[in-house]
């Protein structure tokens, strides 16, 4: 009898033994929680983390693909700049060929306005010319392209405007007569070369320099 309580015993003990092993206590829950809950909260802070650079790296791309459009834009206009005078609501036509200070285009310093060739009219569908009266200037620090469908513009015809370029503070132009910069063209005279100082929000001052087909400097004879 004594043999078979003691069998029966250490069965009872291996039972119970095996009980608790199979379960949790309350302290290895919360450990478990807590070690969990860390995981978690390293794993969404990298996840944020991915998603805001990837969020900001696609608005910098798209920024970036901004600002080159209206340069490209710019140097397709500037690069063929025709000798040709601007009309304006039927006036007579203006002196010179670059002007920077008409009314009708622009607001001042801000601005640049010319004729250009190479419009393209294929199989002449559109009842206008190849040449077309272009223009650009800063409105509420936005980046403008002027133009219209026809060369000479009527009485009262509104100028068609494009936004190019937004978040613009300032923006100068500089002309390149074959010797030097300068502020300040001739009014018969179209320079060799154009170049655009913009100051923007985000990027601070940029400089692009184009090629224009101007007047080559005019050689000085030694006597």
């Known amino acids: 009898m004594n043999r078979v309580k003691s069998s029966q015993d250490i069965l009872c003990r291996l ?3 095996n009980i608790r092993q199979q379960g949790f206590t309350l302290l290895e829950v919360l450990i478990a929680i807590a070690i969990f809950s860390l995981i978690s909260l390293a794993s969404f802070t990298i996840f944020n983390t991915v998603l805001t650079s990837s ?24 690069l063929q700049i025709s000798r040709r005078s601007v009309r304006v609501d039927g006036e007579k036509p203006l ?3 670059i002007h920077t200070e008409q009314q009708n285009f622009s607001t001042g310093s801000q601005s640049i306005a010319f004729v250009r060739a190479g419009w393209r009219n294929p199989s002449l569908i559109m009842p206008r010319g190849d040449m077309q009266s272009v223009a650009y200037r800063v ?10 469908n026809f060369v000479d513009a009527v009485v009262g015809q509104e100028p068609k405007i494009r936004p190019l370029l937004t978040h613009v503070k300032n923006i100068e132009f500089e002309y390149f007569n074959g010797d030097k910069w300068q502020k300040n063209l001739a009014t018969d005279a179209i320079p060799m070369a154009i170049a655009i100082d913009i100051e923007l929000d985000d990027f601070g001052n940029i400089r692009r320099e184009f090629l224009v087909a101007g007047d080559p400097p005019k050689l000085k004879v030694k006597t």
Not at 55 to 78: C, G, T, V
Not at 139 to 148: G, N, P
């Open 15 to 17: 039972l119970r033994q």
């Open 55 to 78: 969020e900001h790296s696609q608005k910098r791309i798209e920024r970036l693909n901004e600002i080159q459009r209206a340069f490209l834009l710019m140097e397709r206009d500037f």
């Open 95 to 97: 002196k010179g060929f």
């Open 139 to 148: 409105t509420d620090t936005t980046l403008e392209r002027l133009y219209f």
